[in-house]
């Protein structure tokens, strides 16, 4: 008898090793000649998908037991269609996982993780404070975004993504934010 080797019987085990797919498929058909902003943000949309394992929102962020667990991405969207591919039929503890793109924050109603293109860095100062609801957990790559109040700023250095999380601003949002999360990041507080 073959025994697997992966075991695919534990809902954990069967997300790890579809985002390693996933990150895999990405690799293999990023062409050599497409530069290394579309490769960073194909890495950045699997970090996307990987926050809902490592962060813990409130039961008040969902607006019933059906409702979907909604990542945003506001502004330009520098993710194109690769964002959708990563949460295609993935849940959040049951919620359906649903990709959503704004032009302008008053179009938010309903977001768990917002993404604010860089394209918003003069509007960022009024964009935090806007966000209808405390418990989004936003994420951006514009310089300094940590610092002035966002929660997570994707950092290249070396050519690798790295992470700062402010962890002030995710109390203020009420969110959970896992210490394995935390220890591969540089914290702003």
């Not at 690799?27 to 998908?49: C, E, G, H």
């Not at 849940?91 to 704004?102: D, L, M, S, T, W």
């Not at 032009?103 to 394209?119: E, G, P, T, W, Y």
Request: contains cysteine; charged residues 20%.
């Amino acid at each position: 008898m073959k025994s697997n080797p992966i075991n695919t019987n534990y809902p954990y085990a069967r997300k790890t090793f579809k985002a390693a797919l996933v990150a895999l498929l990405l690799l293999i058909f990023i062409s050599p000649s497409q530069s290394q902003t579309s490769r960073d943000y194909n890495t950045k949309a699997v970090f996307l998908y990987n926050f809902t394992q490592f962060v813990e929102w409130p039961p008040s962020a969902y607006q019933n037991a059906e409702a979907p667990f909604v990542i945003g991405v506001l502004g330009e969207d520098p993710f194109g269609p690769v964002l959708d591919t990563v949460v295609f039929e993935e849940k959040v503890k049951g919620h359906p996982i649903a990709v959503q793109r704004y032009q302008n924050v008053k179009d938010i109603k309903n977001c768990h993780i917002l993404f604010i293109s860089n394209k918003e860095s003069d509007k960022l100062k009024e964009i935090l404070p806007a966000l209808p609801s405390k418990n989004i957990l936003t994420v951006s790559d514009i310089p300094d975004f940590a610092t002035m109040g966002g929660i997570i700023r994707f950092m290249t250095k070396e050519n690798k993504v790295k992470l700062q999380i402010n962890l002030s601003a995710s109390k203020e949002a009420d969110l959970s934010i896992s210490s394995k999360l935390l220890q591969v990041a540089d914290i702003v507080r």
